[in-house]
């Protein structure tokens, strides 16, 4: 949600030959690839690394799978996989509904569209610390949710993180309102990018606008739909800063997804190499939407 | 942007400076004895500490003592990445209850053939309890620093308000409970008893942890072997806690610092905390015509204490042309007046307990009981301490929102303790 | 003002027979319009509104003062602020530089191992920050990069590489191969091509990733609290958590805190919305 990964973009159809031979386009890649080698390719390295040792001080003895092994009998890495999954399902959901119902209202152009939309957007860009900030008090037992709730005749004196069934759909509840102008923003330029004449041709033959969204507009829109949902799926499975500042995990647990768990196995239980583990995992985990998008990709290019 | 290659180049440049740099400062392994030593502490905003660092560099020509101080909430943090990474203090002030994590790591040193034990440093000079329970594995891993007791508090005049006369130096669970009740009663603002329920060392330190121990209970068997959460005595005191908590607001369940609760102690909207002596509202906080302060301990058999305090620790990185900086400060920093202006609390040494003035007033004195009579330690020190601790805060959670029988929380946290305990 | 992404010239969906439904979108945007702007609006309030009054409960107008903001700024707040800014900027500009070279040559040669580098950097974007802290920590401690802020930044940069690496290639391969052949002809080297043809052309779309590369970098929270733990040394983010941790109580100044966390981004954003909203959607045409 913090970052729109761009998984995918820019890998085009194979091009004719047209390219130039040259013996030095390695020179070029050389600055960008030594700072991600850098920044990212030596963590994760080291990760895998330390995740086949004790990881302790200057005296890291090799253990094999024994991390690996652990985890998988540890019954919290079932329930933190399954959080993970209900925390990244219902995230992308509401995101996902509250943007595509968003851009299908916004696919205007009159003088209140154009002023509104760029407000949309700006939840988006605002730090995870201070959405979380704002939404822990809103969740407070005197809080603004429960005001919302008693003007609508519902009581409650709910503090919604505090209850181990009501934390997690609240703090979904807060990150979708953070998120979902991303589908708003791809929905919309996707709902835009479909010709006009395309759309009357539609009309003229007698479909209502419901029946030119369903049978003229959708379909065009697979693509971008496909492309969002998966970028907005790695994102969210990674989501870290929102769900930490505001419950920890807690209460009970309601709320410990995968990187959350990590954080907490790192830093609070000083534990490197079940931490080390956990990333690994995490990392293969994210990479099937990556790899199931590039093969769909391949074969598309292919075609 | 004109000239990307420039930049790429630049770039690589700076890359590979930073590179031999740090070869060249990991490379100078010298023998010669160093005269300099860094000291990480977490915050402390009294100015206490680095008034003593100062001191020191000036009574101690030739000695650069130099002072880092990280915010608390990110101390821990900092201080296991900096073991982690072998690069960081000389010599740290360690939380009493993330050390076991530390010591069974492999990340410190023993400190006694470092700085000596005569002196300040006999280990006649410190509290017993505090002095093991800053060892780990049979091996004095560091040096205690100081501790923290705690006591249920209460304020008097709103329990007054409330219809509760003042209790005495012990009293028993029932007669907390139903003056926490009434004060509930008294109407929504009000808070029989405030709790801080979302912090791992709060669970173990004043919240399950010493109305388990009050109960005659424990979290496991004096062998370490086995958890002892299905007992009748933990069952009572995760119980007692539960309806105490019930008098206090919902949030309280993940709150993770004590402030809330303090204000409103002070403020006279709550009752009841257990805490120890530095969360006493100061008197800017606390408005004279609605707080008193009085001070119990629940149950009259036992009394308890935990070590909630720090200790000092060296990194198993630091070589030995470090340690005669080493000796040198911390038998200074031990000195009664010295270990007094170190530690807000109450100081780990006999000789310090004698020279810490400002903590002799009465209200002090049933800490310095308790600390005199049982400082013992809720949890045993394990290298499963936080596991633990997360483990018995997830179920104090579970039992306060009674999501299932406080019977069948403990039940099922048995099974997963015990699995901490095999590992 | 958003002006449609990518189609400026389209005309609106031709109007709606029936007024009713025609109401419909507005009543549908307005509301969520107000799921947007409720939060705000109360933080706004609540960051004006003196310590220790405020229930969170309802919109109050009374009380009203600067007393938080004046309180937030005395402390080591505005050096946060000017951390996150130098951050954010080396970031922009390290990330920016080095993928624009990766991304022209991606798009315009063809060497061994190409695709498989390609691929290299598609996996690498999709790492969760969380899973670096502890590794680049040790990494920035050996580099004595540790509370250094272009240290962080070079972080950032890093971090960032990927994304902007493929925005900028898929702007540079919708810039026609034939004016990098027409200056070939004319005796331009492969840099010089670069140079004189596409950089000017990738002027805008590397104005563009380095606004997508400030967003997102000012947002970041964990690695921040990681590599920077001296208060002078903190960015935006990690020095309002810390108010946080030092007021739990003081809700006004913890919303002042947010509020002034918020409006550069918000200030950046309005001034480029055009370019950021193109970044996504432009670079998401895959």
């Known amino acids: 949600m913090t970052s729109i990964k761009a998984v995918g973009a820019g890998i085009s159809p194979r091009r004719p030959a047209s390219r130039r031979r040259n013996a030095g386009p390695y020179v070029w890649l050389i600055p960008a690839f030594a700072l991600l080698l850098f920044v990212v390719g030596y963590p994760i390295i080291e990760n895998i690394n330390a995740s086949f040792t004790t990881a302790a001080g200057g005296t890291d003895q090799y253990v094999g799978l024994a991390q690996y092994k652990s985890m998988l009998s540890d019954p919290l890495f079932y329930h933190s996989v399954l959080l993970t999954i209900y925390w990244t399902v219902g995230v992308t959901a509401l995101q996902f509904l509250l943007g595509a119902v968003a851009a299908l209202a916004a696919d205007r152009s009159s003088w209140f569209v154009r002023r509104i939309r760029p407000v949309l957007i700006i939840p988006w860009v605002l730090p995870g610390v201070v959405v979380a900030n704002i939404w822990v008090v809103f969740y407070n037992e005197d809080g603004l949710v429960n005001s919302l709730l008693s003007l609508v005749g519902i009581h409650s004196d709910q503090a919604w993180l505090a209850n181990q069934n009501t934390a997690l759909p609240a703090v979904i509840l807060a990150a979708a309102w953070k998120g979902f102008p991303f589908y708003f923003l791809l929905l919309l330029a996707g709902l835009q990018s479909v010709p006009v004449e395309t759309r009357e041709a539609a009309k003229i033959d007698g479909a209502n606008s419901f029946q030119t969204l369903k049978g003229v507009v959708l379909p065009q829109m697979k693509a971008i739909v496909i ?77 | 942007m004109r000239n990307i290659r ?157 219809g509760v006369a003042p209790f005495g130096e012990t009293t028993s669970y029932a007669d907390l409970l139903s003056a926490a009740q009434k004060v509930r009663a008294l109407g929504d603002k009000y808070q029989g008893f405030c709790y801080v329920g ?102 009259d058999k036992t009394t308890y204490s935990s070590t909630g305090g720090w200790v000092l620790g060296v990194p198993t990185y630091v070589k030995s042309d470090k340690f005669d900086v080493l000796k040198t400060f911390v038998n200074d920093m031990y000195a009664p007046k010295n270990i007094v202006q170190f530690t807000g609390l109450m100081p780990a040494t006999k000789s310090g307990r004698d020279a810490a003035t400002a903590l002799k007033a009465p209200q002090y004195d049933i800490y310095w009981k308790i600390l005199n009579e049982n400082a013992n330690n809720p949890i045993p020190l394990n290298a499963n301490l936080v596991a633990q601790a997360n483990l018995l805060m997830s179920t104090m959670q579970s039992v306060i929102q009674g999501t299932q029988s406080t019977k069948a929380a403990l039940a099922q946290a048995q099974t997963a303790f015990d699995a901490t305990l095999t590992k | 003002m958003i002006t449609a992404p990518e189609a400026p010239t389209i005309a609106p969906v ?9 109401a419909i979108p507005n009543v549908v945007l307005s509301i969520v319009f107000l799921i947007v702007m409720v939060p705000f609006v109360w933080v706004l309030l609540a960051s004006l509104r003196q310590t220790n009054v405020l229930t969170g409960s309802s919109f109050d107008f009374s009380n009203m003062s600067l007393a938080n903001y004046i309180r937030v700024l005395e402390g080591s707040f505005p050096s946060n602020l000017l951390n996150s800014v130098i951050a954010c900027g080396v970031a922009a500009i390290l990330s ?60 950032y940069a890093g971090l960032n590489t990927a994304v902007c690496l493929l925005l900028l290639k898929g702007f540079i391969d919708d810039i026609p191969r034939e004016l990098d052949e027409a200056a070939a002809i004319d005796g331009c080297s492969n840099f010089g091509t670069f140079r004189r043809v596409v950089l000017p052309l990738l002027a805008p779309a590397l104005t563009s990733a380095g606004i997508f590369v400030i967003v997102t970098t000012w947002q970041e929270y964990v690695i921040a609290s990681s590599l920077m733990n001296e208060p002078g040394s903190f960015t ?27 409006i550069p981004i918000i200030i950046v954003f309005a001034i480029f919305q055009k370019q950021f909203v193109q970044t996504v959607t432009g670079g998401l045409k895959g």
């Open chain 3, 14 to 22: 031709a109007v709606s027979r029936h007024r009713l439904a025609g």
């Open chain 2, 198 to 299: 979302g912090d791992k060392w709060y669970t173990v330190n004043s919240n399950a942890g010493p109305f388990v121990i009050q109960s005659g209970g424990a979290f496991m068997n004096k062998e370490q072997t086995k958890a002892t959460l299905d007992t009748p005595e933990a069952e009572a005191g995760f119980n007692f806690f539960k309806s105490m908590a019930a008098t206090g607001d919902k949030s309280n369940l993940v709150a993770t610092a004590s402030s809330t609760c303090v204000e409103g102690f002070g403020a006279g909207t709550v009752g009841m905390q257990f805490d120890g002596f530095w969360d006493i509202p100061s008197k800017d906080k606390a408005s004279a015509t609605d707080f008193e302060l009085g001070q119990t301990m629940p149950k």
């Open chain 3, 96 to 155: 920016v530089g080095v993928s624009a070279s990766a991304a022209y040559a991606f798009s315009r040669f063809t060497f061994r191992g190409s695709n498989a580098l390609f691929w290299l950097v598609l996996v690498v974007q999709v790492v969760p920050a969380v899973s670096m802290v502890v590794p680049l920590y040790k990494l920035w401690a050996d580099l004595n990069l540790f509370n250094n802020i272009i240290g962080l930044g070079i972080a």
């Open chain 2, 6 to 162: 420039k930049i790429g180049v630049a770039a690589m440049a700076a890359a590979m400076v930073l590179t031999v740099a740090s070869c060249s400062s990991s490379s100078s392994g010298s023998a010669a004895p160093s005269k300099e030593l860094s000291v990480w502490i977490p915050s402390d905003d009294s100015g206490r500490v680095a008034a003593y660092i100062a001191a020191f560099n000036t009574s101690h020509p030739g000695y650069t003592v130099t002072l880092r101080q990280i915010p608390f909430a990110q101390y821990d943090n900092a201080l296991g990445q900096a073991f982690r990474a072998g690069q960081g203090p000389d010599i740290a002030q360690i939380n009493g209850t993330t050390f076991p994590s530390f010591a069974s790591k492999g990340y410190l040193q023993p400190i006694v053939p470092i700085v000596g034990d005569t002196g300040e440093l006999a280990t006649a000079n410190f509290y017993p309890n505090l002095y093991q329970a800053a060892a780990f594995d049979g091996k004095q891993l560091s040096l205690p620093i100081d501790t923290g007791t705690r006591v249920m508090q209460y304020n008097k005049k709103l329990l007054a308000k409330a």
């Open chain 3, 236 to 262: 935006a983010t990690v020095g309002l958590q810390s108010l946080v941790g030092q007021y739990t109580t003081d809700y006004g100044g913890i919303m002042a805190g947010s509020v002034l966390t918020a």
């Open chain 1, 227 to 303: 492309t969002s949902l998966v970028l907005g799926v790695i994102a969210t499975s990674n989501y870290f800063d929102g769900i930490y500042l505001m419950t920890g995990g807690g209460p009970s647990n309601a709320t410990l997804t995968l990187p959350v768990w990590l954080y907490n196995t790192a830093f609070s239980e000083f534990d490197i190499a079940k931490a080390s583990a956990l990333s690994v995992i995490i990392l293969l985990i994210v990479l099937v939407p990556v790899i199931i998008r590039l093969i769909a990709q391949r074969k598309r290019s292919r075609r």
